[in-house]
T-cell receptor, first 114, second 111 residues
Framework: EPEVTQTPSHQVTQMGQEVILRCVPISNHLYFYWYRQILGQKVEFLVS????????KSEIFDDQFSVERPDGSNFTLKIRSTKLEDSAMYFCASRRQRSTDTQYFGPGTRLTVL | TQLLEQSPQFLSIQEGENLTVYCNSSSVFSSLQWYRQEPGEGPVLLVTVVTGGEVKKLKRLTFQFGDARKDSSLHITAAQPGDTGLYLC???????????FGEGTQLTVNP
């Protein structure tokens, strides 16, 4: 069964450094998402992406964040200058097309900012 | 942003008991998904409900979407230790496609 994959599984970085989190969505899916989950808290929406542009973003997704689909398979989240409070699990998700289609989640990247 | 309240937050029961987890909102969702999440892993889909009043069964798990599409429940019959885990509900907002998650229910089934 097709699944969303994410790399790396764990990323440790110093405060102020840039990180890029990578995702490969399910191949016939058209909508892509990033969510994050701070330890002990609920999953929060960051951004959605469709047709090579951001379709929706939350108040968390400020100027230090950016997303890109550099080729036909990868979907990336870049954090330009990491802060301690960016430490969290970051989940990529994708869905096929219709608004009622299910969003399928990847296994996540645990980002630790020191 | 729509809010989704999930209860209870923690539930510890004995093997063989039944339980129900609730997700409630004052807002309408276009669909609602239930996930199960293991520590350090991503949410794994259990079911998606779309139509108001819809009931779906997955072995001993029964999911219901409220008639007004504002609430949902997950009922587990004869719980087993293998059911132990974090259960999440997530509603898809009617404007846009973001998912709003509940806080989760940490279920422990004791043998």
């Amino acid at each position: 069964e097709p699944e969303v994959t994410q790399t790396p599984s764990h990323q440790v970085t110093q405060m102020g450094q840039e990180v890029i989190l990578r995702c490969v969505p399910i191949s016939n899916h058209l909508y892509f998402y990033w969510y994050r989950q701070i330890l002990g808290q609920k999953v929060e929406f960051l951004v959605s992406f469709y047709n090579n542009e951001i379709s929706e973003k939350s108040e968390i997704f400020d100027d230090q964040f950016s997303v890109e689909r550099p080729d036909g398979s990868n979907f990336t989240l870049k954090i330009r200058s990491t802060k301690l409070e960016d430490s969290a699990m970051y989940f990529c998700a994708s869905r096929r097309q219709r608004s009622t289609d299910t969003q399928y989640f990847g296994p996540g990247t645990r980002l630790t900012v020191l | 942003t729509q809010l989704l309240e999930q209860s209870p937050q923690f539930l510890s029961i004995q093997e063989g008991e039944n339980l129900t987890v609730y997700c409630n909102s004052s807002s309408v969702f276009s669909s609602l998904q239930w996930y199960r999440q293991e520590p350090g892993e991503g949410p794994v889909l259990l079911v998606t409900v779309v139509t108001g009043g819809e009931v779906k069964k997955l072995k001993r798990l029964t999911f219901q979407f409220g008639d007004a599409r504002k609430d949902s429940s997950l009922h587990i019959t004869a719980a087993q230790p293998g059911d132990t885990g974090l259960y999440l509900c997530a509603g898809q907002e009617t404007s846009g496609s973001r998912l709003t998650f509940g806080e989760g229910t940490q279920l422990t089934v004791n043998p």
